[in-house]
């Protein structure tokens, strides 16, 4: 399972610093990531594993659409060379904005992909379960038992951070 929290980027200073490439190399990680933990799951089960991916909305707003731009290299790496990687996203708190955002942005999205996302609102403990998700195994802010999560609440991306900084995959 891997788990995103959809405002927990400061948009804002990353695109002020020129540092969307650094977001791009790690949307890269992350899905390399879930590939070889899938295929390490699937060689031990023997039968082909698949990830879900678990986004919290909350918070979402239509302000968002401004970064659009940001989004399209990750969604068309993700649909290229990833797309049998992920079983199902499932949108848990999503306002109910996202349903305008979602319109915008699906566009984006190969069908294949586009069909696997599901939305759900606050209510989303049952509709987990039919996915194959324990809601116990959720990070904490999102009422689980798991106490491991890294993801962390918004930093602020300092004025001057991208000054002089080759962001570029293998750069410095």
Known sequence: MMFGRALASDMAGIYREDMTPLLENEWVFM?????????VASVKQRRLVRGTTIV???GLSLSILRYLPSYKP???VMNEFYPDLVRAVLVINAPSIFVEIWRFLSVLLAPVTREKVRIF????EAS???????PETL???LGGQYQGSRLSALLAIPHGTGRG?????GGQ
């Open 121 to 124: 609102g606050s209510d989303f």
């Open 165 to 169: 900084v080759n962001l570029t995959f």
């Open 56 to 58: 919290d909305a909350s």
């Open 139 to 141: 990070p904490a802010y």
């Open 128 to 134: 987990l379960r039919e996915y194959g998700v324990d």
């Open 74 to 76: 990750w969604l068309v």
């Open 31 to 39: 899905l390399e990531d879930m590939l070889w933990s899938a295929h």
